[in-house]
């Protein structure tokens, strides 16, 4: 509840305003969102920050990890550095 919705009954308490709600929409004057655009159509946007990668260096990021990880398992055991349960 809010007193801009409400105005005093003049008995102590409030009773709603008679006026409709203001539809804020109109305020959004960017043209970011298509307010200020003719037949309210939005713009396309494009996200600076989304580049996607590349299928081939992403595969080739993932398979290098997977076997360097693999050989720092196989050394560590190799050397003595972690041993299996006895």
């Known amino acids: 509840m809010s007193l801009q919705l409400h105005r005093p ?3 102590g ?3 709603p305003d008679g006026r409709p ?3 804020y ?3 959004l004057r960017n043209p970011r969102w298509g307010a200020a655009l003719k037949r309210d159509q939005l713009p396309s946007l494009t996200n600076p920050e989304m580049r996607p ?3 081939l260096r992403s595969v080739l990021f ?3 990890l997977a076997i360097l990880t693999f050989f720092v398992i196989v050394v560590g055991y ?3 550095l972690w ?3 006895a």
């Open 62 to 64: 993932w398979l290098s």
């Open 9 to 11: 009954d003049g008995q």
């Open 83 to 85: 041993q299996f349960p």
């Open 21 to 23: 709600a203001p539809d």
């Open 25 to 27: 929409r109109t305020q």
């Open 53 to 55: 990668t590349g299928l």
């Open 78 to 80: 190799g050397i003595g």
């Open 13 to 15: 308490g409030i009773e």
